[in-house]
């Protein structure tokens, strides 16, 4: 693949290094979020047991929809590499419309809670919920919006000589988010 | 730029993606056993960190990455996400 993503000292394109420093970032701004969960809910003593209260099919299978879309942003990339435009845009759209679906089972999850009167500022259990969840979900759709921007410059004709790194480093941040809701599945789901 | 990695194949994305969707059963299932609390805790997010460790070396590429100073930028963090579960884990158990 011929790209135009500079190499600096580093030896690392400098969009992926940005997006890694900013990956970094990430990690400890979701760690000092699931810390401060953590920390709530052992001080709190008595926890309602997520089962009776969340729905966890729901919560698998947005999982199995993430991961899906992971494995279809890797296979993006792949098509990158071998120059291979169409299997790009394919594979960008299942990536973007597999992030959609990610939301809209988290949006019915959602109208579920306000049709029984949990919402945000309802008690420590859901703030941790809405909170968590939230700040992952626009995350999730941050990437939507990142990647239709990518399928979006993918048209044109030069996108594989200049621009074709753009969706390794869109990619590690999809990636990511994966990664935030492996964790955050069973940390609020299933424990 | 050439890219210094090598292009991988499209299937080998597929069985990784298997062993993900196999984790998640089996995490999924996990919870449900009833193995005690600790047990199953400490189950359920070592199968949540041999997914990571999945998504990382294959999807996001880290096992072909060769430069020291993505390795390091990618270090710290986890380093820093150490300390955090060290300070958080004493207040858990003073707590609980």
Redesign the interface.
């Known amino acids: ?5 500079a ?1 600096p000292v ?4 400098s969009g ?2 940005g997006m ?2 900013f ?2 970032s990430e ?2 701004f979701f ?2 979020l699931l ?1 401060a969960y ?2 709530l809910r ?2 709190l ?1 008595s926890w309602p047991h997520p ?1 009776e209260e969340l729905h ?1 099919p729901a919560a ?1 299978l947005n ?2 929809i993430l ?2 879309s ?2 279809t ?3 993006s ?2 098509a990158v ?2 120059a291979d435009r169409v299997k790009l845009r394919l594979f960008l759209v299942f990536t973007i419309l597999l992030g959609l679906a990610f939301l809209s089972v988290k949006g019915y999850e959602y109208s579920q809670k306000f049709a029984h009167g949990h919402f945000p500022g309802t008690g420590i259990f859901w703030d941790c919920y809405f909170t968590l969840t939230g700040v992952h979900g626009l995350h999730v759709l941050a990437g939507i919006l990142t990647n239709l921007w990518v399928l979006g410059l993918t048209f044109r004709d030069d996108f594989l000589e200049t621009r074709g790194h753009f969706v ?1 480093v869109s ?2 941040y999809w ?2 988010v ?2 935030v809701w ?2 955050l ?2 940390l609020v789901y ?2 | 730029m050439s890219d210094p990695h090598p292009a991988p194949g499209y299937g080998a994305y597929l069985v990784i993606w298997v062993w993900l969707i196999a984790l998640l059963a089996g995490g999924t299932f996990v919870s449900y056993l009833p193995i005690g609390k600790t047990g199953a805790v400490s189950l359920i997010l070592a199968i949540a960190l041999v997914k990571t460790v999945l998504v990382g070396l294959f999807y996001m590429h880290l096992k072909a990455e060769r430069s020291v100073s993505l390795w390091v930028v990618v270090f710290f963090p986890f380093l820093l996400v150490g300390a955090a579960v060290l300070l958080v884990l004493p207040g858990i158990f003073l707590f609980s």
């Not at chain 1, 693949?1 to 993503?5: E, F, I, L, R, Y």
């Not at chain 1, 580093?10 to 394109?13: A, E, N, S, V």
Request: glycine content about 12%; overall charge positive; cysteine-free.
């Open positions: 693949m011929k790209t135009t993503a190499v580093t030896g690392i394109p992926k290094l890694w420093l990956l970094a990690v400890m760690t000092g810390g953590i920390v052992a001080g003593g089962g966890i698998a999982t199995f991961l899906s992971s494995m942003m890797a296979l990339v792949a590499h071998r390794e990619g590690l990636h990511f994966d990664v492996i964790f599945f069973p299933l424990i």
